[in-house]
T-cell receptor, first 108, second 113 residues
Framework: KNEVEQSPQNLTAQEGEFITINCSYS?????LHWLQQHPGGGIVSLFMLSSGKKKHGRLIATINIQEKHSSLHITASHPRDSAVYICAVPGGYNKLIFGAGTRLAVHP | NAGVTQTPKFQVLKTGQSMTLQCAQDMNHEYMSWYRQDPGMGLRLIHYSVGAGITDQGEVPNGYNVSRSTTEDFPLRLLSAAPSQTSVYFC????????????FGPGTRLTVT
């Protein structure tokens, strides 16, 4: 069974800082998801990637399939980026296993 | 498009009561799924469906039933609520399984006393 670990669990940053959130998994996968959970509770899919890098605005996701590791970077962080960031990997046919999340707080 | 909708937003049940959490999507997605989110833990899959008439169990299916009679709707039934089922429940859908982006509903916060 695949296991997912995210680090750090909690992260505090000042506005404008560059942020990195990490996700490691134990079993080889075909693709990995990054999600954002807003303070109000809603969940939004940010990326799904199987190799290399994807960019959307100030968010960049990278994955190294050989090392079983993915990172989510936020450039020029802003208080509105404050959220819980969750990674998820396949755990069987049409099933995902989710990490516990990284709680990010960006202060002005 | 309304996307994925869930009702109710909040619910309080007494132990032993039954209820149905509703989930609907208007994107013609084949894949729909239910998750529960508990403090300090990742989302866990309860049940999922890959199309009308097809459902399967996830990681934590005990105490829950599902059915999928239409593409749009995927209700989750709690048969006899227990305090251990106190959680936030999310429904999610995609046009084709977990190999594409998922769209999540706003969640239902359930408390069982």
């Amino acid at each position: 069974k695949n296991e997912v670990e995210q680090s750090p669990q909690n992260l505090t940053a000042q506005e404008g800082e560059f942020i990195t959130i990490n996700c490691s998994y134990s079993v080889g996968i075909s693709a990995l998801h990054w999600l954002q959970q807003h303070p109000g509770g809603g969940i939004v899919s940010l990326f799904m990637l199987s190799s290399g890098k994807k960019k959307h605005g100030r968010l960049i996701a990278t994955i190294n399939i050989q090392e079983k590791h993915s990172s989510l970077h936020i450039t020029a962080s802003h208080p509105r980026d404050s959220a819980v960031y969750i990674c998820a990997v396949p755990g069987g046919y049409n099933k995902l296993i989710f990490g516990a999340g990284t709680r990010l707080a960006v202060h002005p | 498009n309304a996307g994925v909708t869930q009702t109710p937003k909040f619910q309080v049940l007494k132990t032993g009561q039954s209820m149905t959490l509703q989930c609907a999507q208007d994107m013609n997605h084949e894949y729909m799924s239910w998750y529960r989110q508990d403090p300090g833990m990742g989302l866990r899959l309860i049940h999922y469906s890959v199309g009308a008439g097809i459902t399967d169990q996830g990681e934590v299916p005990n105490g829950y039933n599902v059915s999928r009679s239409t593409t749009e709707d995927f209700p989750l039934r709690l048969l006899s609520a227990a305090p251990s089922q106190t959680s936030v429940y999310f429904c999610a859908s995609s046009y084709s399984g977990t190999g594409v982006l998922l769209y999540f509903g706003p969640g239902t916060r359930l408390t069982v006393t």
